[in-house]
């Protein structure tokens, strides 16, 4: 027979125990129901592979040179002229009319400083030490010198699968609501231009470090210079201009921006046209919506603004706006959806909502099917 008697002494222990173990459960399920808690882990992993890079001395490459050598490739000479030609390209042949000084287009500029001055050393910080982590990890990913594979061949295999890596993570970042938390800042923009390619939280350079990968494997036979990461990043920013164009022909293989308007678009599924450069994995996994004169002058943003946006509000307060959307990836569902600056546009599911059109009309929208639905 068990004895079930205990003695005083222990079952006052168990009581207290239970005590702490009750507030602790209670505590617990306050924090989640203010904190999007897999969000965190995503700060965690960034944070647990910057202090392993710095404990490491970042794998023994000099950490002020290699941020020297990003800042080139985000503003430095040859990005800033791409980047002109862009904005002159964006007022001759604008797919939608705007004034030159739109709120999402001051919004952007203040995104591109901040990724300038503050996001640089972080991205620095994560590459430097992912890629530390990984050759020191798995020394036989990176390949021995191929005597049959020329310099120029290994750039176009790096500048592919790089290409491809990009696809993997931004469908992922559609896929996984933890990613979608911070890529949905990307998405908020209702005045795409140019610089909208900096309008990405900080945190969600963290799912884009597998792109790291093909330059790591085939670091002994070639690797992409400054100028062609520049060419790479300038193709990108170009496909998120108020540009249009399409590319003719060349549209069937490079990411434009009446291609790329398309993953931005307002009432529509936004899991398509995923592609970074190229369009051939959009093409591959049945992804591909390739535009029309219909397409071209498509409204872009997020149905109901789940996040907070410059144009909404009598006045676009971009610094207040810009702290609310860094911290909303960590905010629970419940506490956005009840957040006063978001706009009320909410719609019922078989509501009809119409929209001010560029041309002063309006035009009925059906309401939309929300995207974060398909996300998991
Ligand atoms: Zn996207
Ligand atoms: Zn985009």
């Not at 079930?4 to 617990?28: E, F, H, I, Y």
């Not at 170009?238 to 022909?249: D, E, K, Q, W």
């Not at 946006?309 to 956005?336: I, K, M, T, W």
Request: charged residues 15%.
């Amino acid at each position: 027979m068990t004895s079930v008697l205990t003695a005083p002494g222990q079952s006052q222990a168990g009581s207290a125990t239970m005590d702490l173990s009750g507030s602790a459960r209670k505590a617990w399920a306050a924090v989640s129901t203010r904190v999007y808690l897999p969000a965190c882990s995503i700060a965690g992993l960034a944070a647990v592979l910057v202090v392993i890079g710095w404990t490491h001395r970042w794998g023994g490459a000099a950490f002020s040179q290699s941020l020297t050598s990003l800042r080139v490739v985000i503003v430095g000479p040859l990005t800033l002229a791409i980047i002109g030609v862009f904005l002159v390209t964006e007022r001759v042949w604008p797919a939608q009319q705007r004034p030159i000084l739109a709120r999402g287009y001051r919004h952007d500029l203040l995104l591109t400083v901040m990724n300038v001055l503050l996001v640089a050393p972080l991205v620095t910080a994560l590459t430097l030490s992912f890629v530390d982590v990984m050759r020191r990890s798995a020394p036989w990913i990176v390949l021995p010198r191929i005597g049959t594979l020329p310099r120029w061949g290994a750039i176009a295999l790096i500048f592919v699968a790089m290409d491809f890596c990009n696809w993997v993570a931004h469908y992922a970042n559609h896929r996984f609501r933890m990613l979608w938390r911070f890529h949905e800042l990307h998405h908020s923009q209702e005045d795409m231009n140019v610089l909208t390619v900096f309008r990405t939280h900080p945190l969600i350079h963290v799912s884009y470090l597998i792109a790291l990968i093909p330059g790591v494997v085939l670091l002994a036979n070639g690797a992409l210079s400054l100028t062609m990461l520049a060419i790479y990043g300038g193709i990108v920013a170009f496909a998120h201009s108020n540009t249009r164009l399409g590319f003719g022909p060349l549209g069937r293989i490079f990411v434009s921006p009446n291609f790329h308007r398309i993953h931005h678009q307002l009432d529509g599924p936004q899991d398509v046209n995923l592609g970074f450069a190229l369009t051939i994995w959009d093409q591959l996994f049945h992804r591909a919506v390739f535009p029309t004169e219909q397409t071209i002058r498509t409204d872009t943003g997020l149905p109901g603004r789940p996040l907070i946006v410059e144009q909404a509000g009598e006045r676009p307060r971009h610094f207040a706006v810009l702290g609310r959307q860094l911290l909303a990836p960590f905010r629970s569902s419940n506490d956005r959806s009840t957040s006063p600056s978001v706009r009320s546009r909410v719609y019922g599911p078989n509501q009809k909502i119409s929209r001010t059109d560029n041309d002063g009309g309006t035009r009925p929208l059906e309401a939309p099917q929300l995207h974060l639905d398909e996300v998991a």
